[in-house]
């Protein structure tokens, strides 16, 4: 576990510390998110637009291939 301190700039951007984007595999033009738990922001490197449509599609084994509108509540269980 590491802490490390940024500043943000006028356009609220912060330059990440080299040894947190080599650690996240980052390179210039690699994607992030932000999600936010328990008061903390976590930033990760993005999945594949790909990996993250079959992780939507093939999460829940009860479905089937009859097309079925999806309950916002499974969407929210999704992207926690």
């Known amino acids: 576990m590491w802490e490390m301190t940024s500043v943000l700039d006028q356009k609220r951007r912060v330059v990440l510390p080299i040894e947190v984007a080599e650690q996240l595999g980052l390179v210039e033009g690699s ?14 490197k993005a999945g594949k637009k790909e990996d993250t449509l079959r992780k939507i599609m ?14 916002e509540a499974e969407v929210k269980e999704i992207w926690r």
């Open 31 to 44: 994607e992030v998110t932000f999600e936010k738990e328990k008061g903390m922001v976590i930033i990760k």
């Open 58 to 71: 093939s999460w829940n084994p009860k479905r089937t291939r009859r097309t079925v509108p999806v309950k």
